[in-house]
């Protein structure tokens, strides 16, 4: 399970200049440009931007801290992401112009690739007594399922979703421009359709549209016991 805050190589409680810096050195360790025969660096480049969309906005930061990745992918939805121009602006930025984007990849790309769900983390306090012999816990959960309304499709049914007529159904929009170096092609999200390369003309009423709600679970926690116990002398 990859985890943004490690890819950055930062501390979950560090500042926006704080992430943007540590983005900036990444961006420029790890660029195809400058790791041409390394696909390894080049895959790493790809995660360093995504976590850097994720964490550089604030709301999406929050649900990522809270529901991890699965709950951001279905929080985002027919949102999408729509900070990749702040990407390439930052990426333009750091190589002066001088090099590909090096990023061909928009987040619905991503969000197909088979990924490990987040772990759901649940604090517990429990008696000594209960840490050495077990104890039952029920607890509340939060996660993100498919809406049952739409099936995920995002649409109310009984509609049908358009291809976007901006993009023709890719999802993508590719610009080329000139610079002191030459031509480079710089390919991010189309902003019409948020990367989905479909419109939805009436969203679900239950799901405006995301295709995925968060709901809360009851789980049954059977022989809860501390398998490490920590001590503390003041």
């Known amino acids: 399970m990859r985890d943004f805050y490690e890819i950055l190589e930062i501390e979950r409680s560090s500042s926006q200049e704080e992430i943007k810096s540590s983005y900036r050195k990444l961006a420029k360790k790890y660029h195809p440009d400058l790791n041409p025969d390394d696909k390894e660096?080049?895959?790493?480049?790809?995660?360093?931007?995504?976590?850097?969309?994720?964490?550089?906005?604030?709301?999406?930061?929050?649900?990522?801290d809270t529901y991890g990745e699965e709950g951001l992918k279905g929080n985002m939805g027919q949102g999408g992401f729509g900070g990749f121009s702040d990407i390439f602006g930052d990426l333009f930025d750091i190589f002066g112009g001088g090099f590909s984007s090096g990023y061909d990849t928009s987040y619905e790309d991503f969000r197909k690739r088979p990924v490990r769900g987040s772990d759901i983390r649940a604090d517990i306090t429990i008696e000594f007594k209960e840490a050495v012999f077990g104890t039952e816990r029920e607890i509340n959960i939060k996660r993100s399922e498919t809406c049952e309304h739409c099936h995920g499709e995002g649409a109310e049914p009984g509609t049908e979703k358009k291809t976007c007529d901006k993009c023709k159904g890719t999802g993508k929009m590719k610009t080329v421009r000139q610079s002191a170096f030459g031509r480079f092609m710089q390919v991010e999200p189309c902003d019409k359709c948020k990367g989905t390369g479909e419109i939805i003309e009436d969203p679900c009423k239950e799901c405006k549209g995301i295709g995925k709600k968060v709901v809360t679970k009851k789980l049954m926690l059977k022989s809860l016991r501390a398998l490490t116990i920590k001590w503390s002398f003041l």
Request: no cysteine; aromatic share 12%; hydrophobic share 35%.
């Open 41 to 64: 660096a080049q895959e790493h480049f790809k995660e360093i931007n995504l976590a850097y969309e994720v964490l550089s906005d604030d709301n999406k930061r929050q649900i990522y």
